[in-house]
């Protein structure tokens, strides 16, 4: 017993070692802050239908503008591959607008997510000073908060969010939305060496795989809306121990 005690202790005492040496080398964290494009979904089936049924609509969807921002810890393997985790604040949504008789009816949903990213990245530098990864990885989203508002003619409406199945009887003034969302992140990362760490750019396309209603009834003409979104940030990661 002793003698395997001896031999983990030893062997956690190693990993440590290992662990804080590969950290003191190649650990960096950060944050950054940007913007998101979201949209949903399937849109090319919801504007036929409403044109077909409707005589003299258009539907256009500009994209739901959002923000993003969070923290970047990132751990480089070697000078090629590594992984990135992150986690951010991400409103996401979409805007749809109803043209036809001279009126602009403007739907706009937009949700909050706490969202969890896990990329991995490869890449390499261009010189001393300029780097490039490519990421993709599966991200992880809790909805925080949201509401759809609707205008047009004069009048507004708004209806919060709610992350649960709607009611039978219809339950109010809400929009009922699944609370989870799970999906795949892929884009590109330039960097520029800038003091002890680098003052990156981030260019990604999120790609949802949940729907994000949760109506009782679905109808005929039911289409599942996942979450699409452009996301452009720019940050700093502080990088620990960093070769000279």
């Known amino acids: 017993m002793k003698k395997q005690v001896l031999i983990s202790t030893i062997l956690l005492a190693v990993f440590l070692l290992g662990a804080d040496s590969a950290f003191s080398q190649k650990f960096s964290i950060g944050a950054k802050l940007g913007m998101d494009v979201g949209f949903y979904s399937n849109f090319s089936k919801i504007k036929s239908d409403v044109e077909d049924a409707t005589e003299d609509v258009t539907v256009k969807h500009p994209g739901h503008l959002g923000f993003q921002g969070g923290f970047v810890a990132i751990l480089d393997f070697n000078k090629i591959v590594g ?16 043209t036809g008789a001279g009126t602009t009816v403007t739907e706009n949903v937009g949700v909050t997510y706490l969202t969890i990213p896990i990329l991995f990245r490869a890449g390499g530098s261009i010189g001393d000073k300029f780097k490039i990864h490519g990421i993709i990885g599966p991200y992880f989203g809790i909805g925080l ?15 919060a969010a709610k992350f649960e199945k709607e009611p ?37 396309y999120n790609f949802g795989f949940m729907d994000t209603q949760n109506w009782y009834e679905k109808g005929d003409n039911y289409y599942a809306l996942n979450n699409r979104s452009i996301g452009f940030t720019v940050g700093y990661v502080y990088t620990f121990g960093k070769k000279k």
């Open 145 to 159: 908060g949201g509401k759809m508002k609707i205008t047009g003619g004069g009048e507004e409406y708004e209806f």
């Open 83 to 98: 992984l990135q985790m992150e986690m951010l604040f991400d409103r996401k949504g979409e805007k749809y607008k109803y």
């Open 168 to 204: 039978e009887d219809g339950g109010g003034d809400y929009y009922y939305m699944q609370r989870f969302d799970v999906g795949l992140t892929f884009g590109v990362t330039p960097a520029f060496t800038l003091g002890p760490g680098d003052l990156f750019l981030d260019l990604r």
